[in-house]
């Protein structure tokens, strides 16, 4: 089965720090581009960051240029994010997500599969 | 950044019915476009991508259209589990962006 599993949320004072993870099984993890998305508390979806298959090129949204860091480790089937000086704006759902890549080659940055999300709460 | 703007906010609709819902750029985006569906508490799920293509498993009571800076996701012969916030978003540009959702509710 093909699946995402995400850990490392919780709750953290503002400037503290994170680290996310997330666990692919069912799909050869190293060809595809990867992705976190957050969802704020009865927000919409916002994109955060993504890092493409070999893990040279890294994207961020400008909100956590800077503080957030993604990474991935293909032999482990996982994908991170250190998040660091972290802000009460910072608290939503993140969600990992998988860029398509279909049976015709198509490949793109919409997210056909996504995990469950875990919760980052950044509070004093 | 290009920005998505979904109409309209809310809509509701009748089981059996067809709806459409919209979604404009503010630049072109080509056809580098997906609508998703998400349902309280859960994940967001693909429907569409490359702006008319259904990702694997969706109905095809779900189709997608256009390119450049007008999309419609419309729904034929709506059913009670249609239910949801619809988000459409753009792949073209860095940052990727997402529209700000439309409600659909079943009467």
């Known amino acids: 089965e093909v699946q995402l599993v995400e850990s490392g949320g919780g709750l953290v004072k503002p400037g503290g720090s994170l680290r996310l993870s997330c666990a692919a099984s069912?799909?050869?993890?190293?060809?595809?581009?990867m992705n976190w998305v957050r969802q704020a508390p009865g927000k919409g979806l916002e994109w955060v960051s993504s890092?493409?298959?070999?893990?040279?090129?890294?994207y961020y949204a400008d909100s956590v240029k800077g503080r957030f860091t993604i990474s991935r480790d293909n032999a482990e089937n996982s994908l991170f994010l250190r998040m660091n000086s972290l802000r009460g704006e910072d608290t939503a759902i993140y969600y990992c997500?998988?860029?398509?890549?279909?049976?015709?080659?198509?490949?793109?940055?919409?997210?056909?599969?996504w995990g469950r999300g875990t919760a980052v709460t950044v509070s004093s | 950044e290009i920005l998505m703007t979904q109409s309209p906010a809310t809509l509701s609709v009748s089981p059996g019915e067809r709806v459409t819902l919209s979604c404009e750029a503010s630049?072109?985006?080509?056809?580098?476009f997906a609508w998703y569906q998400q349902k309280p508490g859960q994940a967001p799920r693909l429907l569409i991508y490359?702006?008319?293509t259904r990702a694997t498993g969706i109905p095809a009571r779900f189709s997608g259209s256009g390119s450049g800076t007008e999309f419609t996701l419309t729904v034929s012969s709506l059913q009670s589990e249609d239910s949801a916030v619809y988000y459409c978003?753009?792949?073209?540009?860095?940052?990727?962006?997402f529209g700000q959702g439309t409600k659909l509710e079943i009467e």
């Open positions: 997500a998988r860029g398509v890549y279909d049976k015709n080659g198509y490949k793109g940055d919409a997210y056909d599969i």
């Open positions: 069912g799909f050869d993890f190293k060809i595809y581009t």
């Open positions: 890092i493409i298959n070999n893990g040279l090129y890294l």
């Open positions: 630049q072109s985006v080509s056809k580098n």
């Open positions: 490359a702006a008319s």
């Open positions: 978003q753009q792949y073209d540009n860095w940052p990727r962006t």
